[in-house]
């Protein structure tokens, strides 16, 4: 079975340019997650999504960063314009929905944007 | 060797001897808690978890301990292998009627094994 797919796994842009990441979850899992993760730190939720909807995006700067989940399945995470603090890892992860069940999330390797 | 979390985010210890990564969570109301182990340019892979009405959990290798009282959670890693070294990260959830709900995962502890 395929895990979480992202792309590209590597990017470099300038500073006020736009850029985007991609991911497809695995197959079957309705719940999507964006993290950000800083060098050294844990993964930081920017938003959620439960099918389409955006159920949790309250870490989501709005004015720059923008995510699409088109049809429920993959996703789009995009920031325009860049900062330079927004060189990190962009994670993405999905898991299958459970009433009161336990919470596995599986992780793809993750988008490492750097900012110049 | 062990861990005391945040406050030592490196910990070293020899091949073949067993590991305790600490970790402080914050919230009270958290029920169950992940382990994940991240090597370096991948994502966080699950290793372990353990809901709250629990105090132990055994997998292959690997112990979790929960002490709700001091909100205080480990792993234990026995004879430790090289390709344990790693990021450790300790996940905290609220689980629940509305399922999937984010983790929150702590800062994390580097383990160095030492062949």
């Known amino acids: 079975e395929a895990g979480v797919v992202q792309s590209p796994r590597y990017k470099i842009i300038e500073k006020k340019q736009p850029v985007a990441f991609w991911c497809n979850p695995i197959?079957?899992?309705?719940?999507l997650y964006w993290y950000l993760q800083n060098l050294g730190q844990g993964p930081e939720l920017l938003i959620r999504y439960e099918n389409e909807e955006a159920v949790d995006d309250s870490q989501l700067p709005k004015d720059r960063f923008s995510a699409e989940r088109l049809k429920g399945v993959d996703s789009t995470l995009k920031i325009q314009p860049a900062e330079l603090g927004d060189s990190a890892v962009y994670l993405c992860a999905s898991s299958f929905k459970t009433s009161g069940g336990t919470n596995e999330q599986f992780f793809g390797p993750g988008t490492r944007l750097t900012v110049l | 060797g062990e861990s005391v979390g945040l406050h030592l985010p490196t910990l070293s210890v020899q091949e073949g001897d067993n590991s305790i990564i600490n970790c402080a969570y914050s919230?009270?109301?958290?029920?169950?808690f992940i382990w994940y182990k991240q090597e370096s340019g991948k994502g966080p892979q699950f290793i372990i978890d353990?809901?709250?009405?629990?105090d132990k959990r055994q997998g292959q290798r690997v112990t979790v301990l929960l002490n709700k009282t001091v909100k205080h959670l480990s792993l234990q890693i026995a004879a430790t292998q090289p390709g344990d070294s790693a990021v450790y990260f300790c996940a905290e959830n609220r689980a629940g009627r509305s399922g999937n709900t984010p983790l929150v995962f702590g800062k994390g502890t580097r383990l160095s094994v030492i062949a």
């Open positions: 197959s079957g899992h309705n719940t």
């Open positions: 919230n009270s109301a958290s029920d169950y």
């Open positions: 353990i809901r709250s009405n629990m």
